[in-house]
């Protein structure tokens, strides 16, 4: 069964700084994998998803991430932090069979000015 | 070109009254989901449909939850009975089809059981 751990429930940045979450997961097929970024009293919004292709995948906003799988990881990174990006970032695994999500607990960022 | 709609998007109630959740999907989308997001915690799955039909409802909770979808559009999540524990924000989401793997979520509804 497919699984997504996100390690760190909180990170703060300095606003300009790198932003990094992470994200790793298990899976026994290839995996689909998302982020998802939910602004406060609102629907998740898609940042970015790997199906197949290449491994660097750029999203909205200024977000990356890149899928390794020989370290199951998807970390998702913005070069810049603004103001802005202040949120909750869910990363999210596809179950092959149903197309359901299974979604990590999330990640908040803060970012200071 | 309306996204995702669901109401109310704040629900308040007593414990042991019945509430309805409506989710309003993109039109022509035939996939729909239901998330529950608890306090802290991130989302996890009670219900997709395909069309009117809900292959997979291994993630409702208890028989006091169930859902139904007419004409391939609307659905209704309804929870019996409502408990303290039921309070949440209840995502719903749909897609072009199954297999499509593109969800685009609803804003919630805001559940409140007092």
């Known amino acids: 069964a497919q699984s997504v751990t996100q390690l760190g429930s909180h990170v703060s940045v300095s606003e300009g700084a790198l932003v990094l979450l992470r994200c790793n997961y298990s899976?026994?097929?290839?995996?689909?994998l998302f982020w998802y970024v939910q602004y406060p009293n609102q629907g998740l919004q898609l940042l970015l998803k790997?199906?197949?292709?290449?491994?660097l995948v750029k999203g909205i906003n200024g977000f990356e991430a890149e899928f390794k799988k020989s370290e199951t990881s998807f970390h998702l990174t913005k070069p810049s932090a603004h103001m802005s990006d202040a949120a909750e970032y869910f990363c999210a695994v596809i179950d092959s069979g149903t197309y359901k999500y299974i979604f990590g607990t999330g990640t908040r960022l803060k970012v200071l000015a | 070109g309306a996204g995702v709609s669901q109401s109310p998007s704040n629900k308040v109630t007593e414990k042991g009254k019945d509430v309805e959740l409506r989710c309003d999907p993109i039109?022509?989308?035939?996939?729909l989901y239901w998330y529950r997001q608890r306090l802290g915690q991130g989302l996890e799955f009670l219900i997709y449909f395909q069309g009117n039909s809900a292959p997979d409802k291994s993630g409702l909770p208890s028989d006091r939850f169930s859902a139904e979808r007419t004409g391939e559009s609307v659905s209704t999540l309804t929870i019996q009975r409502t408990q303290q524990e039921d309070s949440a924000v209840y995502l719903c989401?749909?897609?072009?089809?199954?297999?499509?793997?593109?969800?685009?979520f609803g804003p919630g509804t805001r559940l409140t059981v007092t």
């Open positions: 989401a749909s897609s072009v089809r199954q297999g499509t793997y593109e969800q685009y």
């Open positions: 790997y199906t197949t292709g290449a491994t």
């Open positions: 899976s026994s097929v290839p995996p689909y």
């Open positions: 039109s022509g989308h035939t996939a």
